[in-house]
């Protein structure tokens, strides 16, 4: 079991940047993966980036160049570094970490990204 408290987040103009964070209840290291999804209005939730505790990093294709996932091994955090925002990034992102390969079964209580143009 492990549980995730996400921080970060808000109001931004378009271009701007926000940096999300992560901190679970548990060592990253003792973490199969950690990833950050996010869920637009009337829209399924959709993967933004993951990373392994190997370090290896996936992003979704529409943040690539954009968005950074990354992790602080001695604040035991993760973080989403948002950069060029653009309105369709708005969304409800949320944190989670996967236990087992392929499976992302914990879940942050979700923090309001908001883009305007």
């Known amino acids: 079991q492990v549980q995730l408290v996400q921080s970060g987040g808000g109001l931004v103009q378009a271009g701007g940047s926000l940096r999300l964070a992560c901190v679970p209840s548990?060592?990253?290291?003792?973490?199969?993966?950690m990833g950050w999804y996010r869920q637009a209005p009337a829209k399924q939730r959709e993967l933004v980036a993951t990373?392994?505790?190997?370090?290896?990093?996936n992003y979704a294709d529409s943040v690539k160049g954009r968005f950074t996932i990354s992790r602080d091994n001695a604040k035991n955090t993760v973080y989403l570094q948002m950069n060029n925002l653009k309105p369709d990034d708005t969304a409800v992102y949320y944190c989670?970490?996967?236990?087992?390969?392929?499976?992302?079964?914990?879940w942050g209580q979700g923090t309001q990204v908001t883009v305007s143009s």
């Open positions: 548990r060592r990253i290291f003792s973490i199969n993966a």
């Open positions: 989670a970490a996967s236990l087992v390969s392929g499976r992302y079964d914990y």
């Open positions: 990373l392994t505790s190997g370090g290896s990093t």
